[in-house]
């Protein structure tokens, strides 16, 4: 690591010199963190990255963290089983849709059951470099889930701020991995900003979502995945003007589920970090999805706004994962976006929970409702042209449907009640 650069500004900072935040943007001063690129091709080839290890920590030379602090930490733990889950063809859904290749990418699988395991697992690491008492994250849900599972694991004391909606099994996770549990009587962006100033107040080690330029680090690792499971999958695939064999292969297209923006803007830095290694030869166009009661996104992006000239807004949707007025991490989303010449979608909540069983259905990928969004997005991203039938499609599957079982039940029709006999069920079956 070079250092951060300021996404606002582009002012550049030593490790030491900035811990979150651009200090002349305050809150809205997000980091990326700059790599010595040059040194890391020197050192090593694709081949020497990956190591023998079927998570992230096998693109240890490309993360934010010390390697002895990390193998400390994370061997033998939950976090060293977090990242390379499964990349699924989905020649069903593709059937459905006109499409010839698509792929599911399936953060379902993850060990607290969301990709926010990716980044939870670097703000553990880091914590536990700059030797923190206690870590703190604001969450619609499935970030605190992750950070709370992961810092269990280590026993990492942590204290957690969901808004007091969040659905139920997120909620127990968090009593259940013992962290300190407090839910905001207000939106996830009250959550967010209140979890802010109690971190300044009392010092604690922040993983805030579109604050803490790590996570978009942890998020990135899921690009890597996916280009190098491409690659396993099509063996005999050859990009054209490539003459040797490439050891990733980018898809032509990612659609992700966006509420912060967060996994958007850290699939375009792990995207970023390929193209300027030259481990890929183009960079996929990034397909961005809301719900349609909470796209702030889309309408900056509709009506050609930065990220810094968006105001707060109202979001409501089934997709609580997703369901986000500020976006925290904007200037990364609309940036992914426009640099990859991709686009935004929005869905209905109908669109949402109708897409829940036809995943699981065709697919076998039991989705939560943000990551159902994306299949729906995919939809719409069909209807409107912007993916074409012969392009490589990736769908991001970002969490469980464990997650909140009550949407999903709402989405499907009701189970038949049988007495238990066997002519009973001959009857039923019949009538099914
Ligand atoms: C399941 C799921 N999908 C998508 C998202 C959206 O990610 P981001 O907020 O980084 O845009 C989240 C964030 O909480 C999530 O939990
Ligand atoms: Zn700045």
Redesign the pocket.
């Known amino acids: 690591m070079l250092g951060l650069k300021c996404t606002v500004c582009g002012s550049e900072y030593g490790l030491d010199e900035a811990e979150y935040v651009c200090p002349h943007h305050g809150d809205d001063g997000i980091l990326d963190v700059v790599y010595d690129y040059a040194h890391i091709q020197r050192a090593f080839t694709p081949d020497r990255v990956l190591a023998d290890d079927r998570s992230i920590w096998r693109y240890l030379p490309l993360l934010p963290v010390r390697a002895e602090v990390a193998r400390k930490v994370v061997t033998g733990t939950a976090l060293a089983t977090v990242g390379w889950t499964p990349l699924y063809p989905a020649a069903r859904l593709a059937a459905g849709l006109g499409l010839r290749h698509l792929w599911v990418k399936d953060d379902s699988r993850q060990p607290t059951g ?3 395991d990716r980044a939870s697992a670097i703000a553990v690491v880091k914590a536990r470099e700059a030797g923190a008492g206690v870590v703190t994250t604001a ?5 605190a889930a992750a950070l709370s599972g992961l810092c269990a694991a280590v026993g990492q004391p942590n204290v957690i701020f969901v808004p007091r909606t969040a659905p139920q099994a997120k909620v127990a996770q968090l009593l259940a991995y013992g962290s300190t549990v407090l839910l905001v009587d207000g939106t996830y962006d009250q959550a967010f900003e209140l979890c802010l100033q109690v971190a300044r107040a009392f010092g604690w080690y922040n993983r805030n ?1 579109g604050f803490n330029p790590y996570m978009s680090e942890g998020k990135k690792t899921a690009a890597f995945e996916i280009c190098e499971q491409l690659r396993i999958a099509r063996p005999r695939f050859k990009p054209r003007g490539l003459n040797s064999e490439p050891r990733m292969l980018a898809p032509d297209a990612v659609i992700i ?8 803007g850290g699939m375009h830095k792990g995207l970023r970090d390929l193209a300027s290694l030259g481990w890929i030869d183009r960079m996929p166009r990034l397909i961005g999805v809301q719900a349609a009661g909470s796209s702030p996104l889309v309408d900056a992006w509709e009506r050609g706004l930065e990220g810094w000239d968006m105001a707060p807004t109202k979001a409501r949707t089934v997709a609580d ?2 369901c ?1 007025g500020m ?1 925290r ?1 904007r200037i990364k ?1 609309l940036r992914a976006v426009r640099q990859t010449g991709g686009a935004f979608v929005r869905v209905s909540d109908d669109e949402i929970l109708s897409a829940i069983p036809v995943l699981a259905q065709r697919c076998g990928v039991f989705a ?1 409702p ?2 159902a969004a994306a299949y729906a997005g995919l939809v719409r991203a069909v209807e409107q042209g912007l993916v074409g039938a012969g392009q490589q499609v990736v769908v991001l599957a ?2 469980s449907g464990l997650k909140d079982p009550a949407s999903a039940i709402r989405a499907v029709e009701q189970p038949q009640i049988v007495a238990p006999d066997l002519s009973e069920v001959r009857r039923v079956l019949a009538r099914l």
């Open positions: 969301s990709f926010k969450s619609t849900g499935n970030a979502t589920p966006v509420g912060d923006g967060c996994i958007i994962s997703i986000v976006p991490d989303a939560e943000a990551a970002t969490g």
